[in-house]
C-alpha cells in the first residue's frame, strides 16, 4: 500500500525468528511508540503491542526459514495513524483469518478486530510483509473489511 506523506517517525529492527525474538518485537514496539507519545496504557497502545505480538508469532511459526530472522518495521503516519510491518522470508505461505472451528490461528481475527487495516504484499525476492494500521484516537476503527483485486492485498477502508 503506497503512502504518499512523509512519514512522522520510523523504526525499524531485525529480529531473530525465535519467540524470544517476537517478544522483543512487541517490548521495543511500545517503546518506541512510548517515544512518539502515546501513553503506554492507552487503548491504541495496547491494541499495537497486540497486533505486533501477533504478527510477530506469525512470522516466526509460518514464515520462518533456518537462519533467517524477521523485521518489524513502524511507521508513525501524519494522520496520527501507526502502520505496523512485518517482513518474513516465507512468501509462498500466505496468512489467512481461521474460521472458528479451526484449534489454532486466530491471531489475524485479533488483528482484524484491532486495526483500522491490514493486508499482505511481497517482499522481493521471495518473502512477504504483513502490515496493518492503529487508527489514531480521533479516527474510528469500525470499518468494514474487504478484498481488493490483488490476490496480496487485503485491507479495510477507514
Given at each position: 500500500?503506497?503512502?504518499?506523506?512523509?512519514?512522522?517517525?520510523?523504526?525499524?529492527?531485525?529480529?531473530?525468528?525465535?519467540?524470544?525474538?517476537?517478544?522483543?518485537?512487541?517490548?521495543?514496539?511500545?517503546?518506541?511508540?512510548?517515544?512518539?507519545?502515546w501513553?503506554?496504557?492507552?487503548?491504541?497502545?495496547?491494541?499495537?503491542?497486540?497486533?505486533?505480538?501477533?504478527?510477530?508469532?506469525?512470522a516466526?511459526?509460518?514464515?520462518?526459514?533456518?537462519?533467517?530472522?524477521?523485521?518489524?518495521?513502524?511507521?508513525?503516519?501524519?494522520?496520527?495513524?501507526?502502520?505496523?510491518?512485518?517482513?518474513?522470508?516465507?512468501?509462498?505461505?500466505?496468512?489467512?483469518?481461521s474460521?472458528?472451528?479451526?484449534?489454532?490461528?486466530?491471531?489475524?481475527?485479533?488483528?482484524?478486530?484491532?486495526?483500522?487495516?491490514?493486508?499482505?504484499?511481497?517482499?522481493?525476492?521471495?518473502?512477504?510483509?504483513?502490515?496493518?494500521?492503529?487508527?489514531?484516537?480521533?479516527?474510528?476503527?469500525?470499518?468494514?473489511?474487504?478484498?481488493?483485486?490483488?490476490?496480496?492485498?487485503?485491507?479495510?477502508?477507514?
Amino acid at each position: 500500500m503506497p503512502q504518499t506523506a512523509t512519514p512522522v517517525g520510523q523504526f525499524t529492527q531485525l529480529l531473530s525468528a525465535t519467540r524470544r525474538g517476537a517478544r522483543l518485537a512487541r517490548l521495543l514496539a511500545v517503546e518506541q511508540i512510548a517515544q512518539w507519545g502515546w501513553p503506554r496504557e492507552s487503548e491504541r497502545a495496547e491494541a499495537a503491542a497486540l497486533v505486533v505480538a501477533e504478527l510477530a508469532a506469525n512470522a516466526i511459526t509460518h514464515g520462518r526459514l533456518p537462519g533467517r530472522g524477521f523485521r518489524l518495521g513502524l511507521t508513525l503516519l501524519p494522520t496520527a495513524r501507526l502502520r505496523i510491518e512485518v517482513t518474513d522470508p516465507r512468501g509462498e505461505r500466505l496468512p489467512a483469518v481461521s474460521s472458528v472451528a479451526d484449534e489454532g490461528g486466530r491471531g489475524l481475527v485479533i488483528v482484524d478486530a484491532l486495526a483500522a487495516g491490514w493486508g499482505v504484499r511481497p517482499y522481493p525476492p521471495s518473502g512477504k510483509t504483513v502490515w496493518a494500521e492503529i487508527a489514531s484516537a480521533r479516527q474510528k476503527s469500525t470499518a468494514a473489511f474487504g478484498a481488493s483485486e490483488e490476490p496480496w492485498e487485503r485491507s479495510r477502508v477507514c
